[in-house]
């Protein structure tokens, strides 16, 4: 079942939540809806699902328009930060709560809780209340709870956020598993690029209500339509108007005319990748990503002298964004030239 | 040297721990058991057969039924006035908020006798606001069960909305909001998730209301007339006993309505303690 949204508006008192936003949720997808907080992605997703009341705009589920419908008949499985598990229920009542209120039969439901449980690795603590859970067992729970209702769309509010990065690694590693098997439509709000890329096919970048670009990650990645997307989906250095990906900067000992002097100032070993930090002579902090074996042949300590080469930038002028691959630097180039270092010969 | 320092560090922690208990048990022995204890020996001073007879007569069967009829009235009513009322509070904010919020704090504010003569102004056939009128539908208040209720409903009004508004505010509305995703509609929703969760909070405002009415003296003696037989309460048996001078008969009433309060505090801790196992 597809979503979409059309010119949604949400405010709070003077804050506006979502101004005029529309997304598109193809059939069967899974989508991320990604963004800082305040961005307006949880609002959006809670408008999806009826828990808020929009100012203005409409919401689609399969075509039709649910706007006016209550939360209850809108048939969407829903899954919180927090797990909002039921603390006065065991797992088994948790997961079959959908189930009696849709007043199935008890073995039927029996049925359906237990083939539940195996899918989300819980069978063996039906019996357990929420308290005595894991947060990843938790939530997994709540996802459990949500799906037995055969809901038409599955939609996840920062699922992840409450749990530590190990957990966190595996379940969206099994969300994404569990999506290929079920292929209900889903969409999921988070504010981890690195998390979003790796569940969704489809990212949606929300900032400040509005929706800055939607594509996929590799769309999103090399072909940013702004700052903020550029900035938000990966690191980037700013090099005057320029913006570029720390692994799109060479460091090399040997200036030419495309370089920039930087004063190493801390060298970060992360495992194969390296992070080298640089200060420029205009004050300007960068970074550069290597690998451990380019930083073995440079020879590079930290406090010494090193030279800056952007491989790939990017600038956005106005509304159109433009590449420039391999020649262009800022020095030099810039407006009263104090952007970057005259290129030392 | 070190542990030598720290044990004596553990030593006066020790010290002051224990006189710090010995002065809360001595003041609560002294404050809270002393009369409770003179009570009982007093009671039984001259065998159990005095205090029984004055339970068992005609007027002190008839104050017990009362005071249980005032439970079985007010206690149901402010119980789901309670919850009604705390639900609002927490979960609508709008800004007639702070003054409910305000005005539901009176009982506890107002003398209980100030909160009977404000009734017995009310109801008075004789130019209360209320009371020609209902003398005319037949409708007798003052001076019969009517008032009693409630001069009761008022005593006891705040504790339910107290105790059940900030288990409330502490559970939030995720998991309501969770059932709704789940299909259940705004009754299913309160009876099966809301009240099981603020139902300890609700059965402690439950037990505080009944002690509350069953003890309640000063605006049921107003309202009431304290017509022996007819509209005296267990307080008001006790107080009528103990200017007759039956002191046996005064101690054994207060005994019951003792053993009463206990009772439904027990009751309270044995449904708890069976959830929790």
Not at chain 1, 113 to 122: C, G, S
């Amino acid at each position: 079942m597809g979503i979409s949204v059309e010119g949604a508006n949400k405010s709070f008192g003077d804050f506006q939540a979502l101004d005029d936003v529309s997304i598109e949720v193809p059939d069967g997808s899974l989508t991320a809806l990604l963004g800082p907080s305040g961005s307006g992605k949880s609002t959006l997703l809670r408008a999806i699902a009826g828990l808020e009341t929009l100012d203005g705009g409409r919401v689609l589920i399969d075509g039709e328009d649910v706007s006016k419908k209550p939360t209850q008949k809108r048939e969407v499985g829903f899954v919180f930060q927090h797990y909002a598990a039921f603390k006065h229920m065991t797992v088994y009542e948790n997961v079959g709560f959908g189930l009696k209120i849709r007043k199935w039969d008890k073995a039927k439901i029996s049925d359906r809780v237990h083939e539940l449980l195996r899918l989300v690795q819980l069978d063996g603590l039906a019996g357990r209340y929420p308290s005595q859970l894991s947060g990843g067992q938790r939530q997994r729970m709540a996802l459990a709870r949500a799906l037995a209702v055969e809901p038409q769309v599955l939609l996840l509010d920062e699922p992840f956020g409450a749990l530590d990065a190990k957990v966190r690694k595996d379940l969206r590693t099994w969300l994404r598993h569990l999506h290929d098997e079920m292929h209900v439509t889903t969409i999921f709000v988070t504010h981890d690029q690195e998390e979003a890329m790796d569940v969704a096919g489809q990212l949606v970048v929300m900032n400040e209500g509005r929706v800055e670009q939607s594509g996929t990650a590799d769309d999103l990645y090399e072909h940013p339509a702004n700052e903020f997307v550029m900035s938000f989906v990966g690191e980037v250095n700013r090099l005057g108007d320029d913006f570029v990906r720390p692994h799109d900067m060479e460091v090399v000992l040997d200036p030419d005319d495309r370089t920039q002097e930087g004063l190493v100032q801390r060298i970060v070993t992360l495992g194969f990748e390296v992070r080298v930090e640089l200060v420029l002579s205009d004050g300007t902090e960068v970074w550069a990503q290597l690998t451990r074996n380019e930083l073995q042949r440079l020879e590079l300590r930290e406090g010494q002298i090193a030279y800056l080469r952007p491989i790939q930038a990017k600038s956005f002028n106005g509304s159109s964004s433009s590449d420039s691959q391999g020649a262009s630097t800022p020095s030099g180039s810039q407006d009263g030239g104090d952007a970057g270092l005259p290129a030392a010969v | 040297m070190s542990s030598a320092s720290a044990r004596s560090h553990v030593g006066s922690g020790a010290v002051s721990r224990w006189s710090l208990r010995i002065l809360g048990l001595g003041f609560l022995a002294l404050l809270l058991a002393a009369p409770l204890v003179i009570i009982f020996t007093e009671t039984f001073k001259d065998g159990i057969s005095p205090p029984l007879d004055a339970i068992t007569s005609e007027n002190g069967l008839h104050a017990l039924k009362l005071s249980l009829l005032m439970v079985a009235i007010a206690v149901p009513l402010n119980t789901i006035f309670g919850v009604v009322c705390a639900i609002l509070l927490v979960r609508h904010k709008w800004k007639g908020n702070a003054v409910i919020d305000a005005v539901i704090n009176l009982p506890f504010a107002l003398s209980p006798i100030v909160i009977g003569l404000a009734l017995y102004l009310l109801y008075s056939t004789n130019g209360g606001w209320f009371g020609p009128t209902l003398a005319e539908a037949g409708i007798e208040v003052l001076f019969s069960v009517p008032g009693m209720v409630l001069a009761s409903i008022f005593v006891s009004l705040p504790f339910v909305v107290r105790e059940t508004v900030p288990v409330l505010q502490e559970i939030g509305t995720e998991q309501e909001q969770a059932a709704s995703t789940l299909g259940a509609n705004g009754w299913q929703t309160f009876w099966r998730i809301t009240l099981p969760s603020i139902r300890w909070g609700v059965a402690y405002g439950v037990v505080l209301t009944t002690a509350r009415v069953l003890g309640e003296f000063g605006a049921v003696t107003i309202v009431s007339g304290s017509i022996s037989g007819e509209t005296e309460t267990l307080p008001i048996f006790v107080q009528k006993q103990f200017d007759a001078f039956n002191e046996p008969g005064a101690y054994g009433a207060s005994l019951l309505l003792a053993l009463l309060a206990l009772m439904t505090l027990l009751a309270m801790n044995l449904l708890k303690r069976k959830e929790d196992a």
